[in-house]
C-alpha cells in the first residue's frame, strides 16, 4: 500500500521512515552493523547495555547450554551474545576452530585430522551481539495502541516505559521474537538504541564498549557499504560461507536499522531466514472486513425492504 506522499507504508522500501513518521530536517538514518566474524564473546555489550540503562539482572543462572546464560533477547536484556558451537568436519582451516580439550584458540590447521582422535574434527564457536533491528516497517510500532512505540529522527524505534500499558500487542508482532513484556508488572521493553545517547551525540554504550569493532555503529548508508566490503573481503580471503543478513531495503521488513555478517545460516543462530512484517497486509485486511460489513448491512437492508416492496406492488 502507499501512503499520501507515495511511500509504502506497511511494506516496501522505504527510503525516508523518519521524514514519513513526520520528522522535517530529520539527520540521516542510523543504525548497527554486527560483524559477528571478529566477535570474541567477551559479553561487554550486554554488560554495557545493562549498565547503561539500568536493566535489572537475569538470574546469573546456569543453562547447561554453553556460557550463554541469557538465552535470548527479553525484558531486561537488550543485547544478547548467542554462543553456538559447531562441531567441524577434519580438514576446516579458514575459521578460526577451539581445540575442544584446550578451550583456548586453536592453529589455523587445528581442524586437520590427528593422531589418536576418532575423525580429527575440532569444534568452532559462532558467537553473536542480537539486539532489536529497528525495522523500517516495524509491527511492533504499527500496533502499539498507546504510541508507547514511536519511530525517531535518527530512523530507529523506541518504546517508551511511562506510556506503555501492557497491553502486550507488538510482542506477537515482532518477526523477531525481540520485544517482551517484564512479567513484574507486563510494560514491555526492548533496546533503544541509546537514545538518550544519540540525542547527546554520543554512540550507543555497547558499541561504544565492544573491543573488536564487532558492532559498529553509524549512518545506515555507509554501513551497508562497508559491510558489502567486508563480506567481499573475507570472501577473497576464502571464507566463503560470510553472508549479510538483513541489509537489503527490499527484503520483507524494508530493510533492518540492525543488521549483520554472519558465518553461517539465520537459523543457525535463532534468526528467521525470511522475516517479513506481519502488518504488511494490515491494510487489505481492513479493506476485506469493509467490503464484508457492507455486505452484510446491504443485505440486511434488502431482507427488510424487498418484502415490503412485494407488498406494496400486490396491492397495487
Ligand atoms: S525487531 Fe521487533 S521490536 Fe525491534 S523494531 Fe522490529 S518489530 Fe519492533
Ligand atoms: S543500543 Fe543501547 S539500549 Fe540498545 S543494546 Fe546497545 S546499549 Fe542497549
Ligand atoms: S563486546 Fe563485541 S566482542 Fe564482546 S561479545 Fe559484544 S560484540 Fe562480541
Redesign the pocket.
Known sequence: MRDIVGNHLFSGPEPDPAGDAGHENAPPRVGFFTDTSVCIGCKACEV??KE??ALPEDGLSLTGMSYDNTVGLGAST??HVAFIEQPVPAGRTELPLLAPDSGKPAAPDSGKQEAGQDDGAGVRWLMSSD?CKHCTHAACLDVCPTGSLFRTEFGTVVVQEDICNGCGYCVPACPYGVIEQRPTDGRAFK????YDRLGAGQE???AKACPTESIQFGPLDELRERAALRVEQLHDAGVTEARLYGHEPDNGVGGDGAFFLLMDEPEVYGLPPDPVVTTRDLAAMWRHAGIAALSLVTGAALSFALPALTRRSGRT
Open positions: 554495557a547495555c547503561w540503562n537488550w543485547r539486539v533496546c533503544t538504541m541509546c550507543p554504550a555497547c
